[in-house]
Every structure is written in structure tokens, then in C-alpha cells.
């Protein structure tokens, strides 16, 4: 094993580590690759105490994302991807990658979950909120939102067009290996 490897798996470790005691995961730096995928499986948990549900596990352009999920499992998990300068990917069950459409901004069609690629649209920047709550921030400044705290099925579920982490703004995060 390469000495890249091995710093590699043990920033994936110390990652882990931080995020389940709370601390920030962008303070640990990282010596993998800027779009390596971590070890770790997060679930993103309402105000209303709900998952983040990726519909068919990813892959979709409508209907991407649901908040009514009472369980995690393998659907109520996404990976965190490092991906440089304090930002992050949020990759689906079968491997794609949520999408804030044009960057955010928007309350209806505003999320897709079938990118392959890390790019700037599918980057969001965490911003950790204390007690293990957080706001993913988008692109272009908007906050990824889950509509009316949580509970939904429709198309808007999630939305992009806050501009404020307020409540509904505010995920409990809990990763594991």
C-alpha cells in the first residue's frame, strides 16, 4: 500500500471520527483526492424528524427526493465527498450525485440526483450549525430547504430557495463507516 493510500484512508478515519463526535468535518484536512469518496454514510434528518429519502436510490431529474422517511436505510444514506475548498458532494445509494439546478434558487424542479461528476452545481458547502445540526449551502448562496420542515413526497420536498439557514434550512447529520 502507497503512502498516498494510506493518508488517504487515515483522513477517511479522522473524518469519521469528527463527525460522529460533532466536530466540523471541513476542519480535518485531507490527503485523498478532492473527489475521493469517504468511508463514511450520512443521513440527513428533518426538523420534523424525518430522512432525506434519494427516490430509487438516485438517478432521477423529477420526483428526486423525498422527506417523509421514519428509517434510514440504504436510500436515507448519502456519501460525503470531500471536494475541495470547504465544499462537499452528496452522493446517492447507486452513486450519483444531488444537483442544485442552476446553483439554487428555486421551489419546484430545483434538485436532481443523476450526475456521474462532481461539478460546481453538484458542490455544497456545510456549514455546521452546532448539537449536530447543519445547512448545506448551494453554489450560488441559496440553502438546500425541506418544505414545511419535512413529511413530504411531492416534487419540492427539498427546494433551494432560501437564502438564511432558518429552521427547515437545518439538518441533523449522522454518519457512520
Known amino acids: 500500500m502507497n503512502l498516498r493510500t494510506r493518508l488517504g484512508r487515515a483522513a477517511r478515519l479522522i473524518a469519521g471520527a469528527a463527525a460522529i ?3 466540523s468535518l471541513m476542519s480535518v484536512a485531507t490527503a485523498s483526492s478532492a473527489q475521493a469518496v469517504t468511508s463514511l454514510h450520512c443521513t440527513l434528518q428533518t426538523a420534523s424528524f424525518n ?7 438516485g438517478g432521477r431529474t423529477t420526483d428526486v427526493l423525498h422527506t417523509n ?3 434510514a436505510f440504504d436510500w436515507e444514506k448519502f456519501g460525503w465527498v470531500e471536494a475541495g475548498g470547504g465544499k462537499i458532494g452528496l452522493q446517492t445509494f447507486n452513486g450519483h450525485y444531488l444537483t442544485a439546478v442552476e446553483g439554487g434558487g428555486f421551489t419546484r424542479n ?7 461528476q462532481l461539478r460546481d452545481w453538484e458542490k455544497f458547502t456545510p456549514i455546521s450549525l452546532g448539537a449536530g445540526r447543519w445547512a448545506f ?6 440553502y438546500l430547504s425541506s418544505f414545511l420542515g419535512g413529511g413530504q ?10 437564502t438564511f ?5 437545518q439538518y441533523r447529520v449522522s454518519c457512520t463507516n
Not at 137 to 142: A, P
Not at 165 to 169: I, M, R, V
Request: proline letters at 2%; hydrophobic letters at 35%; a negative charge.
Open 153 to 162: 413526497t411531492a416534487d419540492g420536498a427539498i427546494n433551494t430557495a432560501a
Open 110 to 116: 430545483s434538485v436532481r440526483s443523476n450526475e456521474t
Open 69 to 71: 422517511a421514519t428509517q
Open 137 to 142: 449551502k448551494t453554489v450560488n448562496g441559496h
Open 165 to 169: 439557514p432558518g429552521f427547515w434550512e
Open 51 to 57: 430522512y432525506v429519502t434519494a427516490v430509487d436510490g
Open 21 to 23: 463526535t460533532g466536530l
